[in-house]
């Protein structure tokens, strides 16, 4: 059997796998990168940007209509054959010889095939010509993400509903869509597949987009269904069967629901199937616990970073952490000293209270680290201020009846934002300043002076620092 020996092995090239071998390499080191599937991993290819792809004409659509003027020279339709056709273009048709390009680009040993950790710092790998085994003289790093979670519902696998990977990889449009979940690939798919005419029903446990402020899910399901969606919340499904070209959904409430294809987007679960982990006595079945330099628990040659460690399940915040991994493994190879301390260079604090997140719903969601609630959980003496984005000058340039809602979470000991939500059409570019704002712990009374350009949507900074009712005027510097 084939044994190569090199610095770090990756296991998993999504896109934070990607990213931990090109930082490692930055630093030095030799990297073997082992993949099983399409280099590029779920983002490229079945999650944020087919499904981005698939939203964004309907967005673009709904904008031009939102403008008297601009209006009347939209006359049709989407032409869902033409969307699906962008969207293929941006996953290449499914063909990674672009990122494989990339990767090898960076000097990294791709070894295709299915990784299996066989032993300490020992990798191997189940290739189309047999096992290879690869050693690791320092590290070895678990990227290998998650996959769909399907719950345990009664004829739901018999009936073969579509998971995200199916959906964001359909080749026609269904005429009828039920998508069980009520989170941010529910949302989203569920936007989209009604922009492309199908006839959506979304049937949600709860509320939608429960962990985000209340108001952000209301909007979102206002929205839905004045587009005509079937919004369902508080109710799930307790039977699935499908016959012929139907599936019919029982919900708790003794309804039924019958769609063409049945989507279920109910969350995700760590990709660890044979991965070999019991070997080391860790539990197949969960994510992987990680330090802040996303080392292991009790192997200091094992990291896991991206979605396989469950601090946040985002591809930006996957290659925040794998900038932070890649560049740890380098330092400790060379005896460096490792910066882990808070905001410290090896340390993916931000993972704690910073995370940046944009739902591509209609209207978008943009959020950025805690919410008024789960700062309470914190026992931060938080208070919320919110303000009416219609109110301000932007946004009723940018669409005629524009509505949407911005609130900030301020630490009230601190004097900083420490969460941000803000609901509407086009606010994801909104996001990046809050992110600053509570990543550098920029005291309100700093920010009163960071004037927002007249008139844009970001007006809204200096209206929400007014509902505060603070006098910046007489604050210290
Ligand atoms: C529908 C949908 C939309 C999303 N949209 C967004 C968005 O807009 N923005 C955002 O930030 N996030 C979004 N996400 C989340 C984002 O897709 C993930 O956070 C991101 O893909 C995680 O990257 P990763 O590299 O950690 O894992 P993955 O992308 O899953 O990569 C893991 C790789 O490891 C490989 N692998 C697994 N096991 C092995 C093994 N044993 N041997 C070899 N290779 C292996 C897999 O084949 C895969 O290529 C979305 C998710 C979904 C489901
Ligand atoms: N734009 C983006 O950033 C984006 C888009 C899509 C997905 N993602 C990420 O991908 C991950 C997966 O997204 P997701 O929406 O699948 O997960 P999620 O965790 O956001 O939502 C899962 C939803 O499924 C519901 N659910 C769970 N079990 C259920 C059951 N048995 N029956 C009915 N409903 C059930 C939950 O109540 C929840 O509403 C998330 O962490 C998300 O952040 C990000």
């Given at each position: 059997?084939?044994?190569?020996?090199f610095?770090?092995?990756?296991?998993?090239?999504?896109?934070?796998?990607e990213?931990?071998?090109?930082q490692?390499?930055?630093?030095?080191l030799?990297?073997?990168?082992?993949?099983s599937?399409?280099v590029?991993?779920?983002?490229?290819?079945?999650?944020?940007?087919?499904?981005?792809?698939?939203?964004?004409p309907?967005?673009?659509?709904?904008?031009?209509?939102?403008?008297?003027?601009?209006?009347?020279?939209?006359?049709?339709s989407?032409?869902?054959?033409?969307?699906?056709?962008?969207?293929?273009?941006?996953?290449?048709?499914?063909?990674?010889?672009?990122?494989?390009?990339?990767l090898?680009?960076?000097?990294?040993?791709?070894?295709?095939?299915?990784?299996?950790?066989?032993?300490?710092?020992?990798?191997?790998?189940?290739?189309?010509?047999?096992?290879?085994?690869?050693i690791?003289?320092?590290?070895?790093?678990?990227?290998?993400?998650?996959?769909?979670?399907?719950?345990?519902?009664?004829?739901?696998?018999?009936?073969?509903?579509?998971?995200?990977?199916?959906?964001?990889?359909a080749?026609?449009?269904?005429?009828?869509?039920?998508?069980?979940?009520?989170?941010?690939?529910?949302?989203?798919?569920?936007?989209?597949?009604a922009s492309?005419?199908?006839?959506?029903?979304?049937?949600?446990?709860?509320?939608?987009?429960?962990?985000?402020?209340?108001?952000?899910?209301?909007?979102?399901?206002?929205?839905?269904?004045?587009?005509?969606?079937?919004?369902?919340?508080?109710?799930?499904?307790?039977?699935?069967?499908?016959?012929?070209?139907?599936?019919?959904?029982?919900?708790?409430?003794?309804e039924?629901?019958e769609?063409?294809?049945?989507?279920?987007?109910t969350?995700?679960?760590?990709?660890?199937?044979?991965?070999?982990?019991?070997?080391?006595?860790?539990?197949?079945?969960?994510?992987l616990?990680?330090?802040?330099?996303?080392?292991?628990?009790?192997?200091?040659?094992?990291?896991?970073?991206?979605?396989?460690?469950?601090?946040?399940?985002?591809?930006?915040?996957?290659?925040?952490?794998?900038?932070?991994?890649?560049?740890?493994?380098?330092?400790r190879a060379?005896?460096?000293?490792?910066e882990?301390?808070?905001?410290g260079?090896?340390?993916?604090?931000?993972?704690?209270?910073?995370?940046?997140q944009?739902?591509?719903?209609?209207?978008q969601?943009?959020?950025?680290?805690?919410?008024?609630?789960?700062?309470?959980e914190?026992?931060?003496?938080?208070?919320?201020?919110?303000?009416?984005?219609?109110?301000?000058?932007?946004?009723?340039l940018?669409?005629?009846?524009?509505?949407?809602?911005?609130?900030?979470?301020?630490?009230?000991?601190?004097?900083?934002?420490?969460?941000?939500?803000?609901?509407?059409?086009?606010?994801?570019?909104?996001?990046?300043?809050?992110t600053?704002?509570?990543v550098?712990?920029?005291?309100?009374?700093?920010?009163?002076?960071?004037?927002?350009?007249?008139?844009t949507?970001?007006?809204?900074?200096?209206r929400?620092?007014?509902?505060?009712?603070?006098?910046?005027?007489?604050?210290?510097r």
């Amino acid at each position: 059997m084939e044994t190569t020996a090199f610095d770090l092995i990756v296991i998993g090239a999504g896109s934070t796998g990607e990213n931990v071998a090109d930082q490692a390499i930055h630093g030095g080191l030799s990297v073997a990168v082992v993949e099983s599937d399409l280099v590029g991993g779920d983002c490229s290819y079945w999650a944020c940007m087919p499904s981005k792809a698939l939203i964004r004409p309907g967005e673009a659509l709904r904008a031009a209509r939102a403008v008297k003027g601009a209006a009347a020279a939209v006359t049709g339709s989407l032409d869902p054959a033409a969307v699906l056709q962008r969207r293929d273009s941006f996953t290449s048709g499914w063909d990674d010889s672009g990122q494989v390009e990339w990767l090898e680009g960076t000097g990294a040993t791709l070894v295709r095939g299915t990784g299996r950790i066989t032993g300490e710092r020992e990798v191997t790998v189940e290739t189309d010509d047999g096992p290879v085994v690869l050693i690791a003289r320092h590290a070895v790093a678990v990227c290998t993400g998650t996959e769909p979670n399907i719950p345990d519902i009664e004829g739901l696998r018999d009936a073969r509903p579509w998971t995200t990977k199916d959906v964001t990889s359909a080749q026609q449009v269904p005429g009828s869509l039920a998508i069980l979940g009520g989170g941010v690939a529910a949302c989203e798919l569920a936007s989209a597949f009604a922009s492309l005419g199908s006839d959506v029903t979304l049937i949600a446990r709860h509320t939608l987009l429960g962990t985000m402020e209340a108001f952000a899910g209301e909007a979102v399901a206002r929205r839905l269904r004045a587009r005509g969606v079937q919004v369902r919340t508080g109710a799930g499904a307790t039977r699935v069967e499908r016959s012929g070209g139907t599936v019919t959904l029982t919900l708790s409430d003794g309804e039924l629901v019958e769609a063409a294809e049945l989507l279920v987007a109910t969350g995700r679960r760590p990709r660890t199937g044979g991965l070999g982990l019991d070997v080391l006595g860790l539990d197949a079945d969960d994510y992987l616990t990680v330090d802040d330099t996303l080392r292991v628990e009790g192997h200091d040659w094992l990291y896991a970073v991206g979605d396989i460690n469950g601090r946040a399940l985002l591809t930006h915040q996957g290659k925040y952490q794998a900038r932070a991994a890649g560049d740890v493994i380098a330092a400790r190879a060379a005896g460096q000293p490792v910066e882990d301390d808070t905001w410290g260079r090896h340390a993916a604090t931000a993972d704690h209270g910073a995370v940046p997140q944009v739902v591509f719903t209609d209207p978008q969601v943009a959020s950025v680290g805690l919410t008024g609630k789960a700062a309470g959980e914190r026992g931060i003496a938080a208070r919320t201020v919110e303000y009416d984005l219609a109110q301000v000058a932007g946004a009723s340039l940018h669409a005629d009846d524009y509505q949407g809602k911005a609130c900030l979470v301020i630490d009230e000991g601190k004097g900083t934002v420490v969460g941000a939500t803000f609901v509407g059409p086009d606010v994801a570019e909104l996001l990046h300043a809050a992110t600053i704002a509570v990543v550098g712990e920029v005291p309100l009374h700093r920010l009163w002076h960071a004037v927002p350009a007249y008139p844009t949507m970001s007006e809204v900074w200096l209206r929400l620092l007014e509902a505060t009712g603070d006098d910046f005027r007489t604050a210290r510097r």
